[in-house]
């Protein structure tokens, strides 16, 4: 087992992180910017290191920084939590040339998934289904009609090197195409310096269900069940569940074992999730995140594994501690993003927290790193704290969830909580009866009757 990981991320995951390894005895480093000295992270662990100014650029993403804080500290692991480098191929590269342990899947593997059209290959070698579409980029205007004539419009461009919805454009009609194509393919070239896409066929009403898995590196991976993450708002998902109410047991442990299969195949190590889209019975597999997710709190509550101890002891060589028949789902779960934000309008509200309070009792559970008089920067991703709720049954865990949320105060700043105590008492979320399109149109709606 590790002696000290140092933890190369912020706010709630970074404290999550460290929770983890206080429990697994290990010793923790907190990496931080100038803007988060006085974070709760920070506060707690066992030693600090400040790696920088408040642009990301120039700290949390910062490879060189954050090695050479490895190395003042003697730290051993480093664990990525997600975004910022957890994805990041070369860093992975450049722990392992200095003998520093990367709490996650290999470079290669890393490599592999991030790019859309190889790992969109490689999943329909492995045999998990994919969306019919392109076999890899798109080079013109004219490959691009033929595909679209083949699979049938409306089609989906999207970014090779993509994600968050950055170099996405649909093609309802030849019409559209060009212009959608070239949009895409500058909205790609600008956010990931890479301007290539390709071609899906465009899914009118799927849910997003995504497979949780975790892999020993040695042919060995298991999966723990889906999540629906459907309800979003510009491809960013808000308000996640498991396990999903479109789903039967027997869909259940097809789609899982087909991913957990193929990722043991792979010889895939540490935690990773595959996503689809999932439309009349059907699954199409749509990419692969390399890490741990923002989410994984539901899978936790309804699996009772911790995913952060896993991750640590396959990433030290102890294997998995539970083989698939071991795997029980016990009730449902389900995690509210609570974000930094105006609940209408999305625009970012920075500022002082004044009042904070999370709510209690059985079955909730809140991951956030801020408290009162908590500064919120400007600098970073809106996320504040998410607030999963546990319950026997769906019915139990939308109710626990209300009072939950009548229960959570955040003042001096505009939060996304008003928005979901709207959902919570919503007719279509109660009966489950939603797509990945629903929320946007729910939002249009409620601002078209203020």
């Not at 490959?143 to 996405?168: F, T, W």
Request: hydrophobic share 40%; net charge negative; aromatic share 6%.
């Amino acid at each position: 087992m590790f002696q000290k990981i140092l933890i190369a991320n912020r706010g709630e995951i970074a404290l999550r992180i460290l929770r983890a390894c206080k429990e697994l005895g290990i010793r923790t480093v907190a990496v931080h910017s100038t803007a988060d000295a006085d974070a709760m992270h920070v506060r707690l662990a066992d030693e600090s290191v400040c790696i920088g100014p408040p642009a990301s650029r120039d700290s949390y993403l910062n490879m060189h920084q954050i090695v050479a804080a490895c190395e003042i500290t003697g730290a051993d692991a480093i664990h990525p939590g997600y975004g910022f480098l957890s994805e990041n191929a070369k860093f992975a590269d450049i722990l392992a040339a200095h003998n520093i342990t990367f709490i996650g899947p290999s470079g290669d593997h890393i490599r592999l998934m991030g790019d859309k059209i190889e790992a969109k290959r490689t999943a329909k070698r492995l045999g998990i289904p994919v969306v019919p579409g392109s076999d890899g980029a798109v080079s013109d205007e004219k490959e691009a009609k033929r595909i679209a004539a083949e699979i049938g419009y409306p089609v989906l461009i999207k970014a090779s090197a993509g994600g968050g919805g950055r170099g996405m454009k649909v093609a309802r009609s030849e019409d559209e195409l060009f212009e959608a194509l070239t949009t895409a393919r500058t909205e790609a070239g600008a956010a990931f310096g890479d301007d290539a896409v390709y071609i899906e066929k465009y899914l009118e009403k799927p849910r997003h269900i995504e497979v949780q898995l975790m892999g020993d590196g040695m042919g060995q991976a298991i999966h723990l069940g889906e999540r629906d993450c459907s309800l979003q708002r510009r491809h960013q998902k808000v308000w996640e569940e498991a396990l999903s109410p479109a789903l039967n047991a027997d869909q259940r442990q097809k789609i899982g074992s087909i991913v957990a299969n193929a990722m043991a195949e792979l010889g895939y190590s540490g935690a990773g999730t595959v996503e689809f889209l999932y439309e009349n019975g059907e699954f199409y597999f749509i990419e692969m995140n390399t890490r741990l997710q923002v989410e994984h709190p539901v899978t936790e509550a309804i699996t009772g594994i911790d995913l952060v101890h896993e991750q640590i002891r396959v990433a030290s060589g102890g294997g998995l501690s539970h083989t698939q028949s071991e795997i029980r789902f016990q009730g449902h779960a389900i995690e509210c993003r609570i974000n930094a934000e105006d609940p209408r309008t999305f625009v970012p509200s920075p500022g002082t927290i004044t009042h904070f309070h999370t709510p209690g009792g059985l079955g909730i559970r809140v991951d956030s790193g801020v408290y009162s008089g908590y500064k919120i920067p400007p600098y970073y991703d809106s996320l504040i704290g998410k607030l999963i709720v546990h319950g026997r049954n769906r019915v139990e865990c939308m109710m626990r969830l209300r009072r939950a949320l009548d229960e959570f105060v955040v003042d001096g700043i505009n939060t996304t909580l008003p928005l979901f105590r709207d959902l919570v008492g919503n007719v279509d979320i109660a009966n489950g009866d939603y797509d990945i399109h629903w929320l946007e149109k729910f939002l249009a709606r409620e601002a078209q009757q203020d």
